[in-house]
């Protein structure tokens, strides 16, 4: 199991990459500050090993940055893939590697050329030629290369969630009370971060129990809709959550302040339980101090009808039922000792 040191996001330090057009211009504006000398042809063969040299620098820089398929947490192999294609970017990194060798290649082949030509005229034509088909292949067929750096520079904003980390997943329709329950429940201060595909920010709070530490997830904007009104991808973005180790606690609102009725609530509560079959799930019926007992009494019939066990009566404002919840949980988190192979 990972310690509580802070998690930092497989993506956070991920190099400058440059699109197929930045590579290009950078070309472009360093080729004409070669020095001129005498001899031409050093001269040529340094402009054209000019142009090899900051392509490759810039193509391996690519091909070293992206994650490793086989080894970055399943969690964030989703969420990346949310933004770019698995099989575009599995296709694309070959494609990288492909017109790598086919640069190479040619740099090599003109570069002999030029060396065992003697005429001027030649030795800067074949400098033209090689420099000018080796741009064509950056700028024709290495367009991809803009999608790949398109989507790992919004990986790097990706939130930061240890994917070993025992996590409580909180989800519930608008205005339950799932952010207030992350604060009293969280003992550092929550940190936010975008998530894929929502307009609000995904929050990450922690809690230390003896030696467990788990991170607490409030998830606005994500699991508070039906599943049907979500497009493939965004229902992927969700769907990366199953990949985390944990738990999902369902907050449900029936008091005078609800928004939702219980039913749209049972609803979305309906879809969350198809979407994540393997989770372990907790409902919690929450505001208990302005609700009545008979709203009540409403709740935990459907949640019966539904064959959920673990349901909790609380209130996140005033800390009613809280303990007795947390302990629970924490009990559950403790004795399914999760790790990677839960993912
Ligand atoms: N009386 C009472 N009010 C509560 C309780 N829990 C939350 N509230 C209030 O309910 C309102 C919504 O709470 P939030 O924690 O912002 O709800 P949320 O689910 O995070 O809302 P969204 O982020 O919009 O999805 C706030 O005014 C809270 O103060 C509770 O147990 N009792
Ligand atoms: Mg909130």
Known sequence: MSNDKEYR?????????LSSRQIVEKVLRRYPKIKRVKDLKRFELQRLDTVYNIIEHELSKI?????DLNKTPRFYLELLFTIIDENEFTSCIKKIRKYRGVIRNLWSIYRRRMLSENRSFRISALRRECVGRIL?????????IDKIVNAMSHARTFPSIDPLKPTIIVAGMPQVGKSTLVS???SAKPKIAPYPFTTK?????????????VQIIDTPGLLDRPLHERNPIEQRAIAALEHLPGIILYLIDVSKLRIYSLQEQIHVLKDIMASFQKKELFVAINKIDVTSKEDVEKALQELRRLRVEKIYIISAKTGYGIRVMLDDLLKFLREHSFNASSS
């Open 136 to 144: 064509s292949i950056v700028k024709r067929k290495l367009k991809c």
């Open 9 to 17: 996001q497989p993506y956070e330090n991920l190099g400058y990459l």
């Open 63 to 67: 091909v070293r940055c992206m994650p």
């Open 184 to 186: 009293t429940l969280s």
């Open 201 to 213: 920010n995904i929050i990450v709070g922690h809690l230390k129990s003896g030696k467990l530490v």
